[in-house]
């Protein structure tokens, strides 16, 4: 190969790492050297051939749990070494704890279901990610999946891919939460799948809300009848943008 | 000591990059059981030096604990294991040849195989660009290199990588006859 530039230029072209103007004229060169183009056409097979092979391999669900589990925990017994002025502290809390208590009384009743709920759905996600669980139907066409859910569950979840957004459509399946059966559907994030949970509102209390437990978030709303829970090891902002996404019409 | 805080922002920050952690030492150490191992050990010598990182690129900063947890790893329980430094000099590329079409036919199988022949440092840059898709500026952090090598050393290691494969499938082309 003697072109200088497929030495200096090609593979920084192929990762994105030129500016514009540095990109566009490699692209002109392109144009007239048959070595760079062949160059970059192997290149490019090699990168096809990595996109297609699906090579990532995610963390067992197990090991989540047991770093979790074995990251120290700050002791009573050093919080109260530290802090020597923990009288005042502990009234101050408890006053406002008895007050934020007060405040949320009515709401806080049904939070331990809520918890229960989330617990729930976090083990349904973490079920979801071992090897040939994440997908009954697996498909990036929305008149795809949105079809496999009939005759399933009596109600039809909203299939949209949003892959313009970053948030391409992987697929769905049917999960049971907590004994009730509810509509997936699954989303890439980056490096990252999103699971979204899709049920149907029979609780008179609207299930929302959003939390975070062992490294995962979860995001969840009530929508015309439905409730939906989106959980995923994705950042929470980006959950909150595919909320934005499923809600808009 | 860390404060209860502390442990909130690790499990927020932090804690959600243990795919890629992961994804990289099972790369690095081939294998998932070994993989799951220095991972966990990894993260907790992370949560030990959370106190050091403020801000900036937790993914970034987690994967260079991962990435010397693993060659460390690899030098004490593998001593036959090839941990050859890229060379920042290219080798010259071979002329043209119908490669192409070898590339686009290979499967998960040979492209599996072909990575796992590589040396250790050449693995890791591809797995870090082409799997966790990280920028030049992200490989040279995590890895420790100047900035100015990494496309060369990804060069280089896309060129083994591809003789890797082509070696394989003219091997299978040969069974065939």
Known sequence: MSCELSRTHLHAYLDGELDAP???????????????????????????????????????AGLRQKISASLPVVTSETARRAIPWRWPVLVAASLLFAFLGWQFFSGALHRPAQTAFANAILDAHLRSLQPGHLTDVESTDQHTVKPWFDGK??????????AAAGFPLVGGRLDVVDGQTVAVLVYGRRKHFVNVFVWKATDTKPWTGSGAAQGYHWLAWEKDSLYFCAISDAVPADLDQLKQLIQSE | MLERNDRVRFEEIVLPHLDAAFNLARWLLRGRADAEDVTQEAVLRAYRFFGAFRAGDARAWLLQIVRNC???????????????????????????????????????????????????????????REL???????????????????????????????????????KEARHEL
């Open chain 1, 22 to 60: 540095a990109a566009s004229s490699f692209e002109q060169h392109l144009a007239s050297c048959h070595e760079c183009t062949s160059a970059l056409a192997n290149e490019q097979a090699l990168r096809a051939s990595f996109a297609r092979s699906n090579l990532y391999e995610r963390a067992p």
């Open chain 1, 153 to 162: 569950i009596d109600f039809a979840p909203p299939v949209r891919d949003f």
């Open chain 2, 70 to 128: 693993c060659f460390t790893w690899l030098q004490k329980n593998r001593p036959m294991e090839d941990l050859t430094e890229l060379q920042e000099e290219f080798l010259p590329v071979e002329r043209d040849t119908p490669e192409t079409l070898a590339i686009a036919k290979s499967d998960r199988e040979d492209l599996t195989r072909a990575l796992e022949q590589l040396p250790a440092h050449f693995r890791e840059v591809l797995v870090l």
């Open chain 2, 132 to 170: 966790e898709g990280c920028s030049y500026k992200e490989i040279a952090e995590i890895t420790s290199r100047p900035m100015g090598t990494v496309m060369s050393s990804l060069a280089r290691a896309r060129q083994q990588l591809r003789q890797a494969l082509l070696h394989s499938s003219s």
